[in-house]
């Protein structure tokens, strides 16, 4: 069977689809993945360059997935068969499918670190390390052979709970409640670890560049990579979305909201986090570990540490919920079209098919420690896969799509631009964006 079930829902206004899609930008990409990579690649230099990244790059791009989603009125497998229905490129949107669920099933683990870390703190129950063992503390979590599985599945309880209610009543609702909420924490955050002695060093790499940085080639690479990664490109999400909208809205003006408040949310989510790091004599190049190790002794030493380690795990949950129900989505609306399932059906057999997934991502670390792909453990050779060659691939067919297959005049007539500014929109699709995606994409290979 196949068709949609009922009538297709939209978005109430357009404030509320944009508070949806900047929840589904507003992840863990934002927090724990760009402090970590902005600390590993120079800082204020590397922040520059992912501004322009997302410039010249995301926001093209953002508004080309934007433009077809709306463009189909449908899931994003419906949206590139009807912008292309004879090209190859069609098949980008069940990839785009099949993608962003893989994410999801290795997402949900990382968010259920977060999740068990904020239940530890929240409840005052947190295991003191012994002789500051922080990164023992987190080994003995992801090590374990049963906690990792149980967070991994509340947290994707949490999200199919969200996503089977519906467009309004689920998604829009959720995320006109979250994403208030994550602001007013995040700007907490930033406030008290501003008033830490020894902040002024964090503002400092954050915002004042070290020039000799802009010579290494690795610091663009990460910075373009970080910009397609935080924003949600090429996963289907915003084609998803877009479908959801009607035609009475200006695309531009959401794509440029959704754009800003996602770099702004990056730069506090910075802001609460350098000053921290350097105001207690800690390096800010410290991998993926900076939030479940090195923060942690941060809290461990700082006054009312505790407090504000609740605040920072409940705003990584949060960010990581907003984004899940986004990315599963994306599955759901293709089976309620494809195969006429019920929502609540097809959220429930999507999350209990992912959550099977993600077991060997969640184990992992600790029983299935040994089993090696491609040399690297599951979650990371599912994650390398996915962001250095699936991602791209898609971002690179989206641009294709939109640049060269799809009409010019009926693109930019749907992307809402006027002649000018839609000849700038083209060019980039067409030339500069797909050059970048393969360089990030060649990165990938090794080949760079």
Same mark, same amino acid.
């Given at each position: 069977?196949?068709?949609?079930?009922?009538?297709?829902?939209?978005?109430?206004?357009?404030? !509320?689809?944009?508070?949806?899609?900047?929840?589904?930008?507003?992840?863990?990409?934002?927090?724990?993945?760009?402090?970590?990579?902005?600390?590993?690649?120079?800082?204020?230099?590397?922040?520059?360059?992912?501004?322009?990244?997302?410039?010249?790059?995301?926001?093209?791009?953002?508004? &080309?997935?934007?433009?077809?989603?709306?463009?189909?009125?449908?899931?994003?497998?419906?949206?590139?068969?009807?912008?292309? #229905?004879?090209?190859?490129?069609?098949?980008?949107?069940?990839?785009? /499918?099949?993608?962003?669920?893989?994410?999801?099933?290795?997402?949900?683990? /990382?968010?259920?670190?977060?999740?068990?870390?904020?239940?530890?703190?929240?409840? $005052?129950?947190?295991?003191?390390?012994?002789?500051? =063992?922080?990164?023992?503390?987190?080994?003995?979590?992801?090590?374990?052979?049963?906690?990792?599985?149980?967070?991994?599945?509340?947290?994707?309880?949490?999200?199919?709970?969200?996503?089977?209610?519906?467009?309004?009543?689920?998604?829009?609702?959720?995320?006109?409640?979250?994403?208030?909420?994550?602001?007013?924490?995040?700007?907490?955050?930033?406030?008290?670890?501003?008033?830490?002695?020894?902040?002024?060093?964090?503002?400092?790499?954050?915002?004042?560049? =070290?020039?000799? &940085?802009?010579?290494? #080639?690795?610091?663009?690479?990460?910075?373009?990579?970080?910009?397609?990664?935080?924003?949600?490109?090429?996963?289907?999400?915003?084609?998803?979305?877009? $479908?959801?909208?009607?035609?009475?809205?200006?695309?531009?003006?959401?794509?440029?909201?959704?754009?800003?408040?996602?770099?702004?949310?990056?730069?506090?989510?910075?802001?609460?986090?350098?000053?921290?790091?350097?105001?207690?004599?800690?390096?800010?190049?410290?991998? #993926?570990?900076?939030?479940?190790?090195?923060?942690?002794?941060?809290?461990?030493?700082?006054?009312?540490?505790?407090?504000?380690?609740? !605040?920072?795990?409940?705003?990584?949950?949060?960010?990581?919920?907003?984004? &899940?129900?986004?990315?599963?989505?994306?599955?759901?609306?293709?089976?309620?079209?494809?195969?006429?399932?019920?929502?609540?059906?097809?959220?429930?057999?999507?999350?209990?098919?992912?959550?099977?997934?993600?077991?060997?991502?969640?184990?992992?670390?600790?029983?299935?420690?040994?089993?090696?792909?491609?040399?690297?453990?599951?979650?990371?050779?599912?994650?390398?896969?996915?962001?250095?060659?699936?991602?791209?691939?898609?971002?690179?067919?989206?641009?294709?799509?939109?640049?060269?297959?799809?009409?010019?005049?009926?693109?930019?007539?749907? &992307?809402?631009?006027?002649?000018?500014?839609?000849?700038?929109?083209?060019?980039?699709?067409?030339?500069?964006?797909?050059?970048?995606?393969?360089?990030?994409?060649?990165?990938?290979?090794?080949?760079?």
């Amino acid at each position: 069977m196949t068709g949609d079930a009922g009538p297709r829902e939209q978005w109430s206004t357009r404030t !509320a689809f944009v508070l949806a899609t900047l929840g589904s930008a507003v992840g863990l990409g934002n927090i724990w993945r760009f402090s970590y990579v902005a600390g590993e690649n120079g800082g204020g230099a590397f922040l520059l360059v992912y501004l322009a990244a997302v410039l010249l790059v995301g926001l093209p791009l953002l508004l &080309a997935e934007f433009a077809l989603g709306r463009h189909a009125q449908g899931d994003v497998v419906r949206a590139f068969e009807r912008s292309a #229905p004879r090209s190859p490129i069609r098949f980008v949107g069940l990839l785009a /499918v099949g993608g962003s669920a893989l994410i999801l099933s290795y997402y949900s683990v /990382v968010a259920g670190w977060t999740l068990s870390y904020l239940a530890d703190y929240a409840t $005052g129950l947190l295991r003191p390390p012994v002789d500051g =063992d922080h990164a023992g503390r987190f080994r003995e979590l992801i090590a374990d052979p049963v906690e990792p599985l149980l967070w991994h599945l509340l947290f994707l309880v949490a999200t199919v709970a969200v996503v089977a209610v519906g467009v309004r009543s689920g998604i829009e609702r959720a995320n006109r409640i979250l994403v208030p909420l994550l602001g007013v924490t995040v700007v907490g955050l930033a406030v008290y670890s501003l008033t830490l002695p020894g902040a002024a060093a964090g503002v400092a790499f954050l915002l004042s560049p =070290d020039w000799s &940085a802009l010579t290494r #080639p690795g610091v663009y690479l990460a910075a373009l990579g970080q910009a397609f990664f935080s924003l949600g490109l090429a996963m289907g999400i915003l084609v998803t979305y877009g $479908g959801y909208l009607g035609r009475e809205h200006r695309l531009p003006t959401a794509a440029g909201a959704v754009v800003g408040g996602d770099v702004l949310f990056a730069v506090v989510a910075g802001l609460a986090i350098f000053p921290a790091v350097f105001a207690f004599g800690l390096a800010p190049a410290q991998g #993926p570990v900076l939030a479940f190790v090195v923060l942690p002794q941060v809290f461990g030493v700082m006054p009312g540490g505790g407090l504000a380690a609740a !605040a920072f795990f409940f705003l990584l949950v949060v960010a990581a919920l907003t984004s &899940a129900v986004s990315l599963l989505e994306v599955s759901v609306a293709y089976a309620v079209r494809r195969f006429g399932l019920g929502r609540p059906q097809a959220a429930m057999l999507l999350g209990f098919l992912i959550f099977l997934f993600g077991i060997p991502s969640a184990l992992g670390f600790g029983p299935w420690s040994e089993i090696q792909i491609l040399g690297r453990g599951f979650l990371d050779a599912i994650d390398h896969v996915m962001s250095d060659f699936v991602l791209p691939l898609a971002g690179i067919g989206v641009a294709l799509l939109v640049g060269w297959v799809w009409q010019s005049r009926a693109a930019v007539a749907e &992307a809402g631009l006027g002649s000018g500014l839609g000849r700038l929109w083209l060019g980039l699709l067409r030339y500069l964006v797909p050059l970048v995606i393969l360089l990030v994409l060649l990165r990938g290979t090794a080949v760079l």
